[in-house]
């Protein structure tokens, strides 16, 4: 997917990521993990260029966080994920979003510009009842929310986050 240098533009300057860069991120997707020692062994690169290079990466925000992904129905936590289309008036748009955006319950936010301004949220409940109470009590109130559609996911094909991939 990625050959040579890749720019990223951060907010006042751009940045390159190299090969080396790429090849960090990638391992740190598979296992973030790993040592800084043993990812430079994975990668025949010294300790301290894989520190180095790591926390350049932190610092530009290009690392975001580290974290668990937590498999729910395997710990005995049910969920109802739901996918929610919120049709706003458009001048209210980035209000309602930011809003939902807030939300625990939500787990991802997007606006999208088709035949109407409308977001779509990705939300989770614990029953029907929870998901119900949410919309009514939590977005349907909301200045500029026009009308809601629900649409409860039954069946997951794929879930994943962004992958980097390096051809050889």
Do not use: C
């Not at 990812?39 to 580290?66: C, F, W």
């Not at 395997?74 to 809003?99: C, D, F, N, Q, W």
Request: glycine residues 2%.
């Amino acid at each position: 997917m990625w050959k040579g240098h890749v720019s990223v533009k951060l907010k006042n300057n751009v940045t390159s990521l190299d090969d080396v860069d790429l090849k960090i991120l990638q391992a740190l997707q598979e296992d973030s993990r790993q040592t800084f020692t043993a990812l430079g062994e994975r990668l025949g690169l010294a300790h301290s260029t894989i520190y180095d290079r790591v926390r350049r990466m932190e610092e530009q925000k290009i690392i975001k966080n580290y974290t668990a992904l937590v498999d729910t129905e395997r710990i005995g936590m049910k969920m109802i994920t739901s996918l929610v289309t919120v049709y706003t008036e458009p001048r209210e748009t980035e209000k309602v979003a930011a809003r939902l955006a807030e939300s625990p319950e939500v787990l991802e936010v997007y606006t999208s510009l088709s035949e109407e301004l409308l977001i779509i949220a990705k939300v989770v409940a614990s029953s029907q009842e929870s998901l119900h109470e949410f919309i009514a009590n939590s977005v349907a109130p909301l200045p500029g929310v026009l009308r809601i559609r629900t649409s409860i996911v039954t069946k997951k094909l794929k879930e994943s986050l962004f992958s980097i991939k390096k051809e050889s």
